[in-house]
């Protein structure tokens, strides 16, 4: 699935792409326990695991140790390079608006990576994301708690929910057995940011 990244916002890749090294250190070292608890929890022993949006490694990291078989994707060339060197993983050079994986694997994993997908293109990718999945399959992801679409001044594009739209989201397909969400606080300590996370099961 390595090939020309489209549909992904340019200006975001190239922050990670310049700033990956600094990216890297800010956060490798996060311990995310009750997400990754809350996820690993659900997925089976030994399974196939999805990184969307895998940036340096980290989460994939912990998963292999964990001995889940791991595969990434990442837009950034930069942040994909350090990933590999990290986890020795096949990290797909391409966008979360790209994947075309069909019922591969047991789980998949987008921290805080999702919120870089325009409004207008979330439903697609979800979609895309739940073919992705085995039965009984298990999708965790995050995104901030907030309204809109911000640009960044660094160049970002973070696209901001609601609960309710994301269970409008989750509600307009039927393939969904579970659905868990919680708030938690910014693992960066970052002043008003709210997380919103969400676990999926498919049927």
Not at 136 to 159: H, N, P, T
Not at 161 to 174: F, G, M, P, T
Not at 187 to 192: C, D, K, M, R, V
Request: hydrophobic fraction near 35%.
């Amino acid at each position: 699935m390595i090939g020309k990244i489209n549909g992904a916002d340019k200006q975001t890749i190239d922050f990670y792409n310049h700033n990956s090294e600094r990216y890297d250190k800010t956060t490798f070292n996060l311990k995310l326990e009750i997400p990754w608890i809350e996820f690993t929890s659900r997925v089976k022993p030994s399974g196939r695991i999805l990184d969307v949006g895998c940036g340096s490694g980290r989460d994939m990291r912990h998963f292999i140790d964990l001995g889940y078989y791991v595969e990434g994707i990442e837009p950034s060339r930069e942040m994909a390079k350090i990933a590999r060197s990290r986890t020795g993983a096949i990290i797909h050079e391409i966008a979360a608006e790209q994947i075309d994986f069909n019922n591969q694997f047991d789980g998949v994993w987008a921290c805080a990576s999702l919120l870089h997908v325009d409004r207008s293109k979330m439903e697609e990718t979800y979609n895309s994301i739940m073919r992705s999945l085995k039965h009984s399959g298990v999708f965790y992801f995050s995104l901030k708690s907030g309204v809109g679409i911000v640009r960044k001044e660094d160049g970002r594009l973070f696209a901001n929910y609601s609960s309710n739209e994301i269970e409008e989201l989750v509600a307009a397909r039927s393939d969904a057995k579970s659905f868990v969400s919680w708030e938690s606080s910014d693992a960066l300590n970052t002043i008003n940011t709210k997380w919103l996370n969400f676990i999926i099961v498919k049927k």
